[in-house]
């Protein structure tokens, strides 16, 4: 059994990903560089003008003293407003556009990737992947990278100016560094492991949350509201707990900086005043020396402080380069099948979605079937038989756990065959469709929505396609193909957006197609439309209908009746009436 999440990079193959991108802006990088040295630099100006007064004010220096420190310091404000404005437009120019080409490819990476992987795992995570992750690493780019090179660059300067003002001062301030080392030995391993868990944590809840969404309706329907409340209250909660455990751990991370900054400025000030009273120093040096120590302390709390948003960027960040380097590494199908006109073989299927693929909790048992081209089966039967899992098998989007589904072909060609895991998908597509119950109307023109499987497809195919299950209120359309639809657009009704995915099947023009109660959302009204349009879109190839209403399996050559993951009737429609079984049963209670 496949994971039930996508895969999720080492923290170097992610940083792998991104050093093309910033390569190709050296450039804005050496630009950044310069003016955050220029604004770094200058910050020390105010520092050592207080330090030099220190010094020459009580020696008896005139007014031109203070005149010379205040226009220093003026001209320091202004390459450091210089330098902040540059160096955010340079960023700009190299966070950006990094962070939209990454978005685009795992965008790409996750349409690329099959539809039975994504069945394995949910929506859920893809989708916070290219969604919540993508957020995140969009916000550090923008508010927390500035923060974090700015801090820096600040804390190299002003370490190297604190060993210029005095060497012996500097000493003393390297003793931070091994103080610093420590709180970044406890921080670092702890914190890597707490911060991925918190966005896996963050990718099950929308994943909760999306399922109890789009699952909206049936929840309603079997009262299950509050079993799925409780389970999104759960992973809500957890995610919750996980967030309040990182911010405690990053307020002992602070606690652990403080105290170092204690030592350090009190061993500073220290040593300063030894080396005043014997005569090696100033007090305008150490007073120096004091202020660019103390100037350390807003940027390297930054550097903590901003390391939870970093962290944290970058477990999303690993996350994506997953989804990008998993679409890259999986294996490239290469079974085809040729131009035959194949058999649709469903042998001895069994499907269970616990992990363990010996369990006992089988939705399919042992269900076997055979469509010919052209011909039409419905299967009926109550919820939970088994029914949309038989369909999916069928489709390809998801792998039986035991058994086998091929197509084969017919004829002279009967010796080839291939398991529908083994087919390509764009090749798998060629062969079957699927149209499920709930379609999706994308934000775009008509001709955009029919023309899906055949983007270059002429005006008068799309159109063709419409006209063949009935869809001619698209004539009557104000621009026609060019009429906007989807979110934005012109208002479709259920019944006119089911025409559009039925239009879509007859412009594939697939072998077979598998329709998962694909008329159920029109209601009764659009009912008798839609079973129209969808023979129509059948016409002259196989079918696997899951049937919402019993005229549906009333025209099929053969119907499937299942109840608990099993087949137990099968026959034409006159079959199973005149059998007084099931089927029997249920026509019965549709017809009067």
């Not at 560089?33 to 220190?54: D, E, R, S």
């Not at 911060?195 to 929840?219: N, P, S």
């Not at 597509?429 to 149209?435: C, P, T």
Request: with cysteine; glycine share 10%; aromatic share 6%.
């Amino acid at each position: 059994m496949m994971h039930r999440t996508l895969s999720i990079a080492s923290r170097r193959r992610s940083f792998a990903r991104l050093a093309p991108l910033l390569r190709r802006r050296a450039g804005w990088i050496v630009l950044l560089a310069i003016a955050g040295l220029a604004n770094a630099g200058a910050g020390l100006v105010g520092p050592w003008a207080i330090g030099h007064l220190v010094d020459r004010l009580p020696a008896g220096a005139g007014p031109e003293v203070v005149w010379t420190c205040a226009v220093a310091v003026m001209v320091a404000g202004i390459v450091m407003a210089l330098g902040t404005w540059i160096g955010a437009w340079a960023l700009a120019h190299i966070a950006m556009p990094v962070v939209a080409e990454l978005r685009t490819e795992v965008v790409d990476s996750a349409l690329a990737l099959e539809s039975q992987r994504i069945e394995a795992t949910g929506t859920g995570d893809l989708v916070s992947r290219v969604a919540d992750d993508s957020r995140k690493i969009s916000e550090a780019a923008a508010q927390v990278l500035p923060l974090v090179v700015e801090s820096l660059l600040v804390v190299l300067v002003s370490a190297a100016g604190l060993a210029a003002v005095d060497w012996r001062l500097g000493i003393v301030g390297l003793v931070a560094l091994p103080m610093y080392w420590l709180t970044l030995r406890w921080y670092l391993p702890r914190s890597e492991p707490i911060y991925k868990e918190e966005r896996a944590a963050f990718g099950r809840r929308a994943g909760r949350l999306l399922g109890g969404l789009t699952g909206a309706a049936t929840l309603r329907a079997y009262r299950a509201e509050g079993g799925e409340m409780r389970r999104i209250d759960a992973a809500s909660g957890q995610a919750r707990d996980l967030s309040i455990n990182v911010f405690r751990f990053l307020t002992r991370a602070f606690g652990r900086n403080n105290r170092a900054e204690a030592v350090v400025l009190s061993l500073l000030l220290i040593a300063g005043f030894a080396l005043v009273w014997f005569g090696e120093s100033t007090a305008g040096a150490v007073t120096t020396a004091a202020l660019v120590f103390h100037r350390l302390f807003n940027p390297i709390g930054a550097l903590v402080g901003l390391f939870d948003q970093v962290q944290s960027a970058g477990a999303s960040l690993t996350r994506m380069v997953g989804v990008i380097d998993e679409a890259h590494a999986a294996p490239r199908r290469t079974t085809t099948l040729g131009a035959v006109s194949p058999s649709l073989v469903l042998k001895d299927l069994w499907f269970s979605y616990d992990d363990d693929p010996d369990s006992d909790n089988h939705v399919l048992r042992g269900v076997s079937l055979r469509i010919e081209p052209g011909e039409h089966i419905a299967v009926v039967g109550t919820t939970g038989a088994g029914k949309t899992t038989l369909a999916r098998i069928a489709a390809g989007l998801s792998a039986p756990t035991h058994g086998h589904a091929v197509l084969m072909g017919a004829g002279a060609a009967s010796d080839r065959a291939a398991e529908l895991t083994a087919l390509g998908e764009p090749e798998l597509r060629v062969h079957i469709a699927m149209i499920a119950q709930e379609v999706h109307t994308f934000s775009g023109t008509l001709r955009e929505n029919v023309s899906l499987p055949h983007p270059a497809a002429a005006d008068e195919a799309v159109m063709a396609a419409l006209d063949a299950v009935g869809a001619r209120w698209a004539r009557s359309l104000p621009k026609g193909l060019d009429t906007e639809i989807g979110e934005g657009g012109a208002r479709l009704s259920a019944v006119q957006e089911q025409t559009i995915a039925l239009a879509r099947l007859v412009l594939a023009d697939p072998d077979f197609a598998i329709l998962d109660e694909a008329t159920a959302e029109a209601g009764s009204a659009g009912a008798h439309v839609l079973e129209g349009s969808a023979q129509a879109a059948l016409e002259g190839r196989g079918a696997l209908i899951v049937a919402h209403r019993l005229s549906q399996a009333e025209k099929a050559d053969r119907i499937l009746v299942m109840e608990h993951g099993q087949v137990i009737e099968e026959g034409s429609h006159d079959e199973l009436v005149a059998g007084g079984g099931r089927y029997a049963a249920l026509w019965q209670a549709w017809s009067t």
